[in-house]
């Protein structure tokens, strides 16, 4: 069940996140929490900042391999360099599905895209619950078709008792070959324990962990990784050579294999 309660006492997870990215859509509440964020990892805003570059990255890149459909999960608050916007670039016919389980996210990305021509939908709707989330997709997302899946800075809210792993393959079971799974999660470094467990405390997420780059790369199993495989997200296919920032997020694109001559989906 999506969650869909509003208090602007709590800090709310995508509030944080947009604070973090420099936007406006937050209250005292998440710019206090941030900044006890920024007190145990002085490179958190700098390794949000790298992951939404990320995203705009791993976008262009779908883009350019064919990909025209996208299902953004926990997509969070709208901000610049949205998916469709990328997307769009390369092609303005790309249609993208943006999900999130509150309901803030979603009244303010709706107002945002009332005027996108209907390549674009908002869901209202849990990642967690991949029957609901897929189902309803298919009134806008032909999975006969390439689609990409985008699970950008989200998992790490998905704890290991609500079986992330399981609930990722689920989703990966349903990509067409020839689709794209895109993630980018916290590895456990110094300091991301402390800070899950702020989240799982005093924030509106019902838990939330670091893992393991092995846990991470598990995600993908039964993909391929694309070049250069699971890598820091500054690292991912960056836009220049020489030295980058070391965030706290890695980042991964794999690609489902094509079936062979008479095999089915």
């Known amino acids: 069940m999506a969650e869909q309660n509003f208090d602007p006492t709590v800090p709310n997870v995508a509030r944080v996140y947009d604070f973090l990215l420099g936007g406006k859509d937050n209250f005292a509440a998440d ?5 006890r964020l920024l007190e145990i990892r002085a490179d958190t805003q700098m390794t949000v900042r790298e992951n939404r570059t990320f995203l705009g990255r791993v976008v262009t890149f ?4 064919g990909v025209r459909q996208f299902l953004d999960l926990g997509t969070g608050l709208p901000t610049s360099e949205n998916v ?3 997307a769009q670039r390369v092609d303005p016919e790309a249609r993208v599905v943006y999900v999130d389980n509150d309901l803030v996210v979603v009244r303010h990305a709706e107002a945002l895209l009332a005027k996108n021509d209907g390549k674009v939908a908002v869901m209202h709707a849990d990642l967690r619950d991949p029957a609901e989330v ?3 997709s298919q009134e806008f997302i032909d999975w006969t078709q390439p689609v990409a899946i985008l699970m950008l800075a989200i998992l790490h809210f998905v704890p290991d008792s609500e079986s992330p792993h399981r609930v990722v393959a689920q989703y990966a079971d349903w990509l067409p070959p020839g689709g794209y799974l895109a993630v980018s999660h916290a590895e456990l470094r110094e300091g991301v324990d402390e ?4 989240y799982t405390a005093q924030a509106s997420s019902r838990g939330a962990q670091g893992r393991t780059r092995a846990d991470i790369e ?3 199993t039964g993909l391929d990784l694309v070049e250069p495989g699971l890598v820091t997200v500054s690292h991912w296919r960056p836009a220049s050579p020489g030295q980058h920032a070391d965030p706290w997020f890695l980042g991964g694109v794999a690609r489902k294999r094509l079936c062979a001559a008479g095999e089915g989906h």
């Open 84 to 86: 469709h916007q990328v």
């Open 134 to 136: 897929l189902g309803a």
């Open 195 to 198: 800070i899950a467990r702020m």
């Open 218 to 220: 598990r995600f993908f």
């Open 31 to 35: 710019r206090e929490f941030a900044t």
């Open 62 to 65: 779908l883009a350019s391999q």
